[in-house]
């Protein structure tokens, strides 16, 4: 196989294996149908247009599909795309499988585990531990795989343990540097804010929202969890209600999906914590493939901005 698809530049011939992680169809100016495709493997992804797609081009080239792809890397409107020369399906003889072209966070979801536990161990508060153990014991193997969103960040498998992890990290800290904060309260709210993706989205491979997520979305849903763990372990109290209100409010305002705004102090520590993890990422995500003194391709979640990596920054190894 050739490098992987973030390492390609402008110009660069392709010759390789890709997933189709999503196939849309459209129809052109005159009148045939094309398809968009999102390839990828372990590295990134890029998007291709397959014009004047037949019925049966949609059937072999759908999601969750392998192909062997040849094409050009072109520029169009900001954004790298794959000019398609040639594709088609896989057979067996090609000997490659889905798993090879996953990327997964670069931490081991055992690993991940034994740290998130670590710090549910570490809570005083009987109640926001309880809680917290119940639901990711609950939800523990799908926590472990799911991606932490559809696109934008963390939209990989494990992608929602390695956002809890660093954000984790994040609130450990803060709390040192602002021994004010609850950390039981921190820490839960971080671990308890998108556990509610684990119904929310449908998986790390092909992912989109479930019907559940599309009418309830995350934050409804674990804002129910919550009561109802508390109802089964038996337990009441004003944590019930400030967890609930953790989830509630952690994106912050209601243009941005928060059915309430944080009036709690770890809520608001919450959702700074969640912001900038979530930004990182998706600069990181951006900046991969550009060379120091570039500019990367614009990012439609960070206000469609295109970052700069500045030219005393070392080159990236080469793969």
């Known amino acids: 196989m050739s490098k992987g698809i973030r390492y390609h530049k402008v110009g660069e011939k392709i010759e390789t294996y890709l997933l189709i992680k999503t196939a849309t169809k459209g129809i052109a100016s005159n009148g045939k149908p094309f398809l968009t495709l999102i390839l990828g493997d372990n590295t990134g992804e890029i998007e291709a247009k397959l014009w004047g797609c037949s019925p049966e081009d949609e059937v072999a080239f759908a999601s969750k599909a392998i192909v062997h792809i040849q094409g050009d890397v072109i520029e169009y409107r900001g954004r790298l795309q794959l000019k398609i ?28 585990l034994e740290e998130v536990t670590q710090y549910i161990f570490e809570m005083k508060n009987p109640t926001i531990q309880r809680i917290t153990r119940f639901l990711l014991k609950k939800h523990q193997q799908e926590f472990l795989e799911s991606p932490a969103a559809t696109k934008n960040h963390h939209e990989f498998v494990s ?14 800290d803060l709390a040192v540097l602002y021994p004010t ?65 953790m989830v509630l409010s952690h994106h912050g305002k209601g243009e ?29 995500r951006a900046l991969e493939r550009v060379q120091p003194g570039e500019f990367s391709e614009r990012v439609m979640a960070l206000d469609n901005r295109s970052f700069y990596k500045p030219a005393f920054h070392e080159p990236p190894l080469d793969i």
């Open 85 to 112: 020369g040639s594709i088609r399906p896989t057979t067996a003889m090609d000997n490659v499988k889905v798993a090879d072209f996953v990327r997964s966070a670069p931490i081991s979801p055992e690993d991940m």
């Open 159 to 172: 992608g929602l343990a390695y956002h809890v992890v660093s954000m984790l990290k994040i609130a450990k």
């Open 181 to 245: 904060l609850d950390k039981d309260l921190l820490y839960a709210g971080v671990i308890l804010h998108d556990l509610g993706k684990v119904r929310e989205l449908s998986g790390p491979i092909d992912t989109h929202y479930t019907i559940e997520g599309k009418l309830l979305g995350h934050i409804s849903i674990m804002v129910n969890e919550i009561a109802d763990a508390a109802k089964e372990l038996e337990l009441e109290g004003e944590e019930v209600l400030i967890l609930q209100h």
């Open 256 to 284: 941005w999906g928060s059915p309430k705004v944080p009036v709690v102090r770890e809520a608001e520590v919450l959702h700074m914590i969640d912001n900038v993890d979530a930004k990182i990422n998706m600069m990181d």
